[in-house]
T-cell receptor
Framework: GENVEQHPSTLSVQEGDSAVIKCTYSDSASNYFPWYKQELGKGPQLIIDIRSNVGEKKDQRIAVTLNKTAKHFSLHITETQPEDSAVYFCAAGDSNYQLIWGAGTKLIIKP | GAGVSQSPSNKVTEKGKDVELRCDPISGHTALYWYRQRLGQGLEFLIYFQGNSAPDKSGLPSDRFSAERTGESVSTLTIQRTQQEDSAVYLC?????????FGNGTRLTVT
């Protein structure tokens, strides 16, 4: 079946440094790629998404890049802050209805 | 997640008992999803409701699992004869043509 691989499973970075999380998907028909942030005890919350008609999207300290040929996309967080500590999930599909989710990355920001 | 309420937040049950989990979504949002999240893993799709259409039950792992939704409001997920492998966080999400909005989930522990 279709799947999404997410790496690394855990990422520890110094406060102020950048963090990069990568995902690879198998279904070439996927055209919607959201990233969700999940804090402890809460449900996931969308932080940024991208569609296949663009290669990059940025929102303040967060950016997502997409390489459709290689079927991978990445989340970039710059100038990391303690409140960025959470679990991040990528997903791929052609709509919210048919999303396939990665296994998650636990991001730890060290003070 | 703002606007989506799930209850109970925590449920401990004995193996073999039935449990019912509740989701109160934002009124008027037609699409509602149930997901299962096992410890340290990604989101596993269970069931999808869209308006008055027949629900997509393709993600339900066994016939012990069922879900209902009354119109475009409350949904309940029922697990009969619970097993230890049912232990997980069960997340409800809704979408009104926008990104998914998740509740905070119900943490189910089967002893």
């Amino acid at each position: 079946g279709e799947n999404v691989e997410q790496h690394p499973s855990t990422l520890s970075v110094q406060e102020g440094d950048s963090a990069v999380i990568k995902c690879t998907y198998s279904d070439s028909a996927s055209n919607y790629f959201p990233w969700y942030k999940q804090e402890l005890g809460k449900g996931p919350q969308l932080i940024i998404d991208i569609r296949s008609n663009v290669g990059e999207k940025k929102d303040q300290r967060i950016a997502v890049t997409l390489n459709k040929t290689a079927k991978h996309f990445s989340l970039h967080i710059t100038e990391t802050q303690p409140e960025d500590s959470a679990v991040y999930f990528c997903a791929a599909g052609d709509s919210n209805y048919q999303l396939i989710w990665g296994a998650g990355t636990k991001l730890i920001i060290k003070p | 997640g703002a606007g989506v309420s799930q209850s109970p937040s925590n449920k401990v049950t004995e193996k073999g008992k039935d449990v019912e989990l509740r989701c109160d979504p934002i009124s008027g949002h037609t699409a509602l999803y149930w997901y299962r999240q096992r410890l340290g893993q990604g989101l596993e799709f269970l069931i999808y409701f869209q308006g008055n259409s027949a629900p997509d039950k393709s993600g339900l792992p066994s016939d012990r699992f069922s879900a209902e939704r009354t119109g475009e409001s409350v949904s309940t997920l029922t697990i009969q004869r619970t097993q230890q492998e049912d232990s997980a966080v069960y997340l409800c999400a809704e979408s009104g043509g926008s990104p998914l909005h998740f509740g905070n989930g119900t943490r189910l522990t089967v002893t």
